[in-house]
């Protein structure tokens, strides 16, 4: 057969098959989910873990993130990713920057790194939930005074601080 031939037919599926009843197995929705950002700058004292407040929000699918307390919690069981972005607002370098998420009020990890002229990172993980866990960001440095969690622009500007998470399909 010619390809222009081939190219020229055209195939209605719908004609080719007939479903009836439910279809199981298929496609599946990456919820609930969440993207918080900070709404100001927040003042991280010296070598102190400190939570880190988002109290804005752009996504909450099913309110599972509290505006109020700065928590996610999921309300359904299953894996999910979480992760945060954010800067320190300061040109010093120093060694020991850290992100920190907290799962039911303890370190579930964390990522450490150099500050260099404030260029900020990045930590994401994937963590098993179940429906009542929560979860925070804290922040943590070693700058030797305090420094300052970038969150002062209006979201989508890219130097506001950012805490966010949605179920992983299974």
Excluded: C
């Amino acid at each position: 057969m010619a390809i222009d031939k081939i190219q020229s037919e055209s195939i209605n599926l719908a004609d080719n098959f007939a479903f009836t009843g439910t279809v199981t197995g298929a496609g599946g929705a990456n919820t609930p989910a969440f993207l918080a950002y900070a709404t100001s700058n927040q003042t991280i004292n010296n070598t102190t873990s400190t939570k880190v407040n988002f109290a804005g929000e752009q996504l909450d699918s099913g309110s599972v993130y509290d505006t109020s307390n700065s928590r996610f919690t999921p309300g359904v069981s299953g894996y999910y990713w979480i992760g945060a972005r954010w800067r320190y607002d300061t040109g010093d370098d120093f060694d020991t920057a850290q992100y920190r998420i907290y799962k039911n009020g303890s370190i579930y990890t964390k990522s450490t790194f150099v500050n260099q002229n404030a260029n900020g990172a990045f930590l994401n993980t994937l963590v098993y939930s179940d429906d009542n866990d929560y979860f925070e960001m804290y922040a943590y440095h070693n700058k030797g005074s305090s420094a300052v969690v970038n969150g002062d622009s209006t979201f989508p500007e890219q130097d506001s601080a950012q805490f966010y998470g949605f179920k992983i399909i299974t």
